[in-house]
Nanobody, 127 residues
Framework: QVQLQESGGGLVQAGGSLRLSCIAS????????MGWFRQAPEKEREFVAA????????DYADSVKGRFTISRDNAKNTLYLQMNSLKPEDTAVYYC????????????????????WGQGTQVTVSS
């Protein structure tokens, strides 16, 4: 229903910054919950940040709190992840995701509760 395309990844030095973008197309809606996940080689995909519609709140993994900021521009159908003070352990492929259902019991931190995903953008942080 919605196609997601991430961009903005790259190679940066530790302490540097990147801003990731996720452009949504298709049947878009500002009522969809959206989030960012990441996956390092040989690791399971993990939660990074999400915008929760029901609480009008942004939430973050403990590992990125104070460093990353999630935001969305509804007019541009774009989700952002501003990443500051990057660390080598932030190296991963970053994915944006969307959950269509607005009700029901679900966890914004659980990747299996999201419905569609982008193809990912590589972020590499050197020491």
């Amino acid at each position: 229903q919605v196609q997601l395309q991430e961009s903005g990844g790259g190679l940066v030095q530790a302490g540097g910054s990147l801003r990731l973008s996720c452009i949504a197309s298709g049947r878009t809606s500002n009522r969809y919950n959206m989030g960012w996940f990441r996956q390092a080689p040989e690791k399971e995909r993990e939660f990074v940040a999400a915008i929760i519609l029901s609480s009008s709140n942004a939430d973050y993994a403990d590992s990125v709190k104070g460093r990353f900021t999630i935001s969305r521009d509804n007019a541009k159908n774009t989700l952002y992840l501003q990443m500051n003070s990057l660390k080598p352990e932030d190296t991963a492929v970053y994915y944006c995701a969307v959950r269509y259902a607005s009700t029901g019991s679900w966890s914004f931190r659980r990747n299996s509760d999201y419905d569609d995903w982008g193809q990912g953008t590589q972020v590499t942080v050197s020491s």
